[in-house]
């Protein structure tokens, strides 16, 4: 319990965001440590100067920190800390992951096959059953939909999964203290029973405007890939695109008549190569080759002898139905050249094949 008290205190300090917190701790050898430096100590480590160190060395933020467990345990939240074992993966190695998640929910934050599914607020008829059509045909794929709990394709999204017993959770941009907007509460009680609700927010942070760009990144970082369904060319649905393809997931949009401006945004993904068109589930089951994985699952075997880079790399894209360079890297714990050596060996060997969006599998 000491340790999740500094684990949280260290997000309140002011001035201190992910990447900076994880600087500090590696700097100081853990989250404690950061607490206990003295003021030259921290006043050394690159990017924090006088008045960060005063922000940590006042240790106010240490009484929030107890307040905020308090909370947790009343209302059974998970704490998730970015190097803990159940931290989910996905985020775990992008520098700018939260360091810490507060998750109230039953979901496999790990499932094997995770989508987002994002759009805008104001969809119209083709869209909002476009969305729900989505999500119906991505049932048979036993897949965990994430979304943002606004209005429109978020939930709309959240809701057919909650119809067609299909695991959904809300990332939202505040803390579980509330459910905002507070339309959707009865629609996320539901969700907490078959899915769930995630935040990297404490109790205490409301729905800030600044907190939805940042809750994207966590949309776009803990799925496979992500779905924008209507968009306008400018929004959070985009931001979450942008973030998507950064992180090297694969991107599928939904073409729509060139005068509708919210099909203007997926249209210009699709145009721009930064989104694959889909007009249904089953093309982001081809382009994703969860039809072939399954059929073919068990029976793969190396057919070439493998060095033992080679066969750790085999052995975890065995493990599961496609990764991107990034998840390789970090699972592996090779470095990023190496990883790109060993990848084209296996290529060249016909053991794997490159999917798009910068992803490999087995072939």
Known sequence: MNDLLYQIAITKI???????AKNLI???????????????DLKSIPGI?????????????????????????????????????????????YADCPVMLYYSGEANLNQKRIIG????????????????????????????IISGLAYGIDITAH??????????????????SRIYP???????RKMVQNGGLLTEYTSDLGPEREHFPMRNRIIAGLCDALIVVQTARKGGSMISAEIANGYHKEVFALPGRVTDTYSQGC????????????????????????NRVEQATGSRKAIAPLSDSEQSVFSILQSQENASIDDLTFQSKMTSNHMAAILLSLEFKGMIRTLPGK?????
């Open 159 to 176: 809701k057919r999964c909650l119809e067609e017993g299909i695991p959904t959770i809300g990332i939202l941009g505040h803390g579980l």
């Open 182 to 188: 507070h339309q959707h509460q009865q629609v996320a």
């Open 26 to 40: 590696a700097y100081c050898g853990g989250v404690k440590e950061v607490f206990t430096a003295s003021a030259k």
């Open 49 to 93: 100067g006088l008045k960060l160190a005063e922000n940590i060395l006042q240790q106010k933020v240490l009484e929030a920190a107890a307040a905020e467990i308090e909370f947790l345990k009343k209302y059974k939240i998970q704490a998730l800390f970015y190097l803990n074992d159940d931290y989910p993966h996905r985020l775990k190695h």
């Open 267 to 290: 249209n210009h993904l699709i145009k721009s190569h930064k989104a694959t068109l889909i007009e249904s589930a089953e093309d982001v089951a081809y382009a994703m080759c969860w």
């Open 359 to 363: 992803r490999y599998a087995l072939a």
């Open 14 to 20: 002011p001035l201190v965001g992910p990447v900076t």
């Open 117 to 144: 599914i994002v759009g805008t607020r104001r969809p119209n008829s083709y869209g909002l059953n476009a969305c729900e059509e989505i999500v119906s045909g991505l049932r048979e794929y036993d897949p965990l």
